[in-house]
Nanobody, 126 residues
Framework: QVQLVESGGRLLQAGDSLRLSCAAS????????MGWFRQTPGKEREFVAGITWDSGHTTYADAVKGRFTISRDNPKSMVYLQMHSLKPEDTAVYYC???????????????????WGQGTQVTVSS
């Protein structure tokens, strides 16, 4: 059974940078797309960024485009989310997700992903 564990979330100030990490274990993940989502209380989980298995393509939500970068290290079974110029509205629990099926494109909807981490809290103060 694949397990995903996020880390790196913390309290920061607006304008700060932060890198989140997601460690995958329990099965091969290198052939599949992965994504980052975030969620705030009372709202649905929203797509933040996604990456194909070979890092050949990435995609981002408009709200983070130009500020966040997703990357992966397949030999280490790691996925990262580098975040710059953080804003208070980036405050959320951030989740790593895996779509463990072979697909040509990056899934954008939460229900397209089969495996999830427990989340890591990012809080940005103004």
């Amino acid at each position: 059974q694949v397990q995903l564990v996020e880390s790196g979330g913390r309290l920061l100030q607006a304008g700060d940078s932060l890198r989140l990490s997601c460690a995958a274990s329990g099965g091969p993940v290198s052939m599949y797309p992965m994504g980052w989502f975030r969620q705030t209380p009372g709202k649905e989980r929203e797509f933040v960024a996604g990456i194909t298995w070979d890092s050949g393509h990435t995609t981002y939500a408009d709200a983070v485009k130009g500020r966040f970068t997703i990357s992966r290290d397949n030999p280490k079974s790691m996925v990262y989310l580098q975040m710059h110029s953080l804003k208070p509205e980036d405050t959320a629990v951030y989740y790593c997700a895996l779509r463990r099926t072979l697909v040509a494109s990056i899934p954008l909807m939460a229900d397209e992903y089969e495996y999830w981490g427990q989340g890591t809290q990012v809080t940005v103060s103004s």
